[in-house]
């Protein structure tokens, strides 16, 4: 404790800028570069503006009929005839996805679509709910803040609590913590520290999910890393914001304006079957059902396992990329994900949070009152009385889909009484499983944003980065990289990426 406090910064943090733009160099690619950009999700856009803002002539192939991947949205018809859009499911914006948000800027300067979603409560049958929001916005003042403040934990927790182990939390160094942790599940590094069931349960497990794993499924290594990243060592505090409409009308269909004025063309419903190494350095692109395209400069941003069944099913390319092939084939998936929308026929409790984490129900990871956080479920819910509420489970084991919706529908009447007898008036429903895992001892196999086959850079959120980076910012970062990449190639400067600490207060130098 004493070193902790003995070596607490003074000032606040700032974020960091890790990529600097290079004003030597000029800012446009030559008159005829072009760039093929398979997937359009956030990592796809991402690289696909910066390419397009910067001359080159990008055509962005999305094998769905809607952008945007799993932050996607698409036009759905209620039962009483009501248009709305519904999506994968509710999604915080950090405030320290600086990247992303840099991408967003460009559709809407002020992000004025976003609005702060509150307090950020984890909820749980057997303990009262704890928030998270407004601690301190350094360390280890914000560690040492949590302790003090946490119903689940207390100062004497911290004092009584491995420190030398608990000191690894404030002490991230990729090197070192991947070194000494990744072997490790993030559920054993947990027990080890000494603290409590119930402040294991409400801090680390519920935050150990959001990265759709079990805690005994995740490299210790990475809820090390992750916990820098959106807490100890995000300059922001951790804080998030969430748009207060549709992604599809704030976020998508914007931006396929954009792209489209840039001189971008934009491919949906058109899914890359193959992709081969063909003469003078070029790949030639197979899609479904549309004329093949050939690129000098490829970037795979699809998610995981599209990329490991892509590549698996380009022939020519496992013989002449084997980096990329040995990487791709080692692809896993995380266990499947299931959102369940709900429109009830009476609202919840007035003192029920936005947004709630859950802690140790065996389904249900979330809960999200929609019909308080956008407009066009505020307003199905003001003309009928009801209210909109959506259910997440983040590794799923239900069987499928209609057994996850009722065994989230049960916890979640268990947690909130009032909507045990509300009757459903209408279900949407979605199981998949497409986002990445980190399992123990993962560190190292992960496909890298260049280097692994001769032009073509790979992205998303699944992708190993040199930067720190979770999530959403990682699918945006990866994607600015490859086009920082590409531009490297034709001689034109980066594009300026910002990050946090990426250290620890307490890491070695
Ligand atoms: C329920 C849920 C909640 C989440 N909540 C949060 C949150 O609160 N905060 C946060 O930061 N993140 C959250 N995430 C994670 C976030 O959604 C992802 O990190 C991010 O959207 C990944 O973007 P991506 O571009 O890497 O991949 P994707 O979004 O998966 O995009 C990949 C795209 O590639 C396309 N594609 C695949 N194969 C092909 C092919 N062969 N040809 C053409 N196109 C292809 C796909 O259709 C898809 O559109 C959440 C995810 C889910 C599922």
Same mark, same amino acid.
Not at 202 to 212: D, G, I, Q, T, V
Not at 287 to 312: C, E, F, N, Q, Y
Not at 413 to 434: D, F, I, K, N, S
Not at 457 to 475: K, N, Q
């Given at each position: 404790m004493n070193e902790l406090l003995s070596r607490a910064a003074p000032l606040r943090m700032r974020p960091r800028v890790l990529v600097p733009a290079d004003p030597r160099r000029p800012r446009g690619a030559p008159v005829g570069t072009e760039a093929v950009v398979v997937g359009g999700g956030i990592a796809g856009i991402s690289a696909a503006v910066v390419l397009a803002?910067?001359?080159?002539?990008?055509?962005?192939?999305?094998?769905?009929?809607?952008?945007?991947?799993?932050?996607?949205?698409?036009?759905?018809?209620?039962?009483?005839?009501?248009?709305?859009?519904?999506?994968?499911?509710?999604?915080?914006?950090?405030?320290?996805?600086?990247?992303?948000?840099?991408?967003?800027?460009?559709?809407?300067?002020e992000l004025s679509f976003l609005r702060p979603v509150g307090g950020y409560p984890v909820i749980s049958r057997e303990w009262p709910a704890e928030d998270l929001t407004g601690l301190p916005g350094s360390p280890p003042l914000n560690l040492v803040a949590l302790f003090a403040r946490s119903p689940s934990l207390g100062l004497r927790d911290l004092l009584?609590?491995?420190?030398?182990?608990?000191?690894?939390?404030?002490?991230?160094?990729?090197?070192?913590?991947?070194?000494?942790?990744?072997?490790?599940?993030?559920?054993?590094?947990?027990?080890?520290?000494?603290?409590?069931?119930?402040?294991?349960?409400?801090?680390?497990?519920?935050?150990?999910?959001?990265?759709?794993a079990d805690p005994g499924a995740l490299s210790a290594a990475e809820l090390i890393a992750m916990f820098h990243y959106y807490f100890l060592g995000n300059p922001e505090g951790i804080g998030f914001d969430a748009p207060d409409t549709d992604h599809l009308t704030c976020i998508w269909a914007p931006f396929r304006t954009y792209l489209e004025s840039l001189g971008a063309e934009v491919l949906t419903?058109?899914?890359?079957?193959?992709?081969?190494?063909?003469?003078?350095?070029?790949?030639?692109?197979?899609? &479904? #059902? !549309?004329?093949?395209?050939?690129?000098?400069? *490829?970037?795979?941003?699809?998610?995981?396992? %599209?990329?490991?069944?892509? +590549?698996?099913?380009?022939?020519?390319?496992?013989?002449?990329?084997?980096k990329l092939a040995r990487k791709a084939a080692a692809i896993e998936v995380a266990p499947p994900f299931a959102v369940t929308r709900l429109w009830l026929d009476r609202d919840v409790a007035a003192e029920r949070a936005t947004f709630n984490a859950v802690s140790r129900e065996p389904t249900l990871d979330s809960v999200t009152i929609y019909s308080r956080l956008e407009r066009p479920s505020a307003e199905w819910?003001?003309?009928?009385?009801?209210?909109?509420?959506?259910?997440?489970?983040?590794?799923?084991?239900?069987?499928?889909? &209609? #057994? !996850?919706?009722?065994?989230?529908?049960?916890? *979640?009447?268990?947690?909130?009484?009032?909507? %045990?007898?509300?009757?459903? +008036?209408?279900?949407?429903?979605?199981?998949?499983?497409?986002?990445?895992?980190?399992?123990?001892?993962?560190a190292g196999t992960r496909p890298a944003v260049t280097?692994?086959?001769?032009?073509?850079?790979?992205?998303?959120?699944?992708?190993?980065?040199?930067?720190?980076?979770?999530?959403?910012?990682?699918?945006?970062?990866?994607?600015?990289?490859?086009?920082?990449?590409?531009?490297?190639?034709?001689?034109?400067?980066?594009?300026?990426?910002?990050?946090?600490?990426?250290?620890?207060?307490?890491?070695?130098r």
């Open positions: 803002e910067r001359g080159v002539a990008v055509t962005l192939v999305e094998a769905a009929d809607t952008l945007g991947g799993r932050l996607g949205a698409w036009p759905h018809t209620l039962p009483d005839g009501t248009e709305q859009v519904v999506e994968h499911g509710f999604h915080a914006f950090f405030r320290h996805y600086y990247t992303w948000r840099a991408m967003l800027r460009r559709i809407d300067p009584s609590s491995n420190q030398s182990l608990a000191a690894q939390l404030l002490a991230y160094d990729r090197a070192r913590t991947t070194a000494r942790f990744d072997e490790m599940p993030a559920a054993e590094f947990l027990a080890s520290l000494g603290m409590s069931d119930r402040a294991q349960a409400m801090l680390f497990e519920a935050f150990a999910r959001s990265f759709f419903g058109s899914r890359v079957s193959a992709i081969t190494p063909v003469d003078r350095h070029l790949w030639q692109v197979e899609i &479904d #059902a !549309a004329p093949s395209l050939r690129t000098r400069h *490829l970037v795979l941003a699809t998610d995981p396992g %599209a990329l490991r069944d892509l +590549v698996a099913g380009s022939p020519d390319t496992r013989v002449a990329a084997p819910a003001a003309r009928t009385g009801g209210s909109v509420v959506e259910l997440h489970s983040y590794a799923c084991d239900a069987p499928d889909v &209609d #057994a !996850a919706t009722a065994r989230m529908r049960a916890e *979640l009447a268990a947690l909130w009484p009032e909507t %045990a007898a509300a009757e459903v +008036v209408h279900v949407a429903q979605r199981m998949e499983a497409t986002a990445p895992t980190w399992p123990p001892g993962g280097g692994d086959a001769r032009g073509v850079r790979i992205a998303g959120d699944h992708v190993d980065s040199p930067f720190l980076t979770g999530l959403m910012e990682r699918a945006s970062l990866t994607g600015v990289l490859a086009a920082n990449d590409i531009l490297d190639e034709v001689g034109a400067g980066p594009e300026e990426i910002l990050g946090v600490p990426q250290r620890g207060l307490l890491a070695r």
